[in-house]
């Protein structure tokens, strides 16, 4: 399978996932680690945005898909 694939198929998974309550992680570099619950809010050609539904440090953020390709983020 080839990275332009793989990517198609994060960004169709996601798409699914719109609207649909879920657990993230996102690891934000040097070891800080974020889990909270929340919604992907709204999908782009090139990103996504989440928007948590506890009060964490994060608020409505955008990632790209790679970012879940790479391991940055990851939901359930």
Not at 29 to 37: A, H, S
């Amino acid at each position: 399978m080839t990275n332009a694939e793989k990517l198609q198929n994060v960004k169709d998974e996601i798409f699914c996932l719109k609207g649909k309550e879920l657990d993230f992680l996102v690891n934000k570099g040097r070891k800080k680690i974020v889990k909270f619950n929340g919604i992907i809010e709204s999908v782009y050609p090139s990103m996504f945005v989440i928007k948590p539904n506890e009060n964490v440090e994060l608020d409505r953020t955008s990632f790209s898909y790679n970012d879940v390709l790479c391991g940055d983020i990851s939901f359930k």
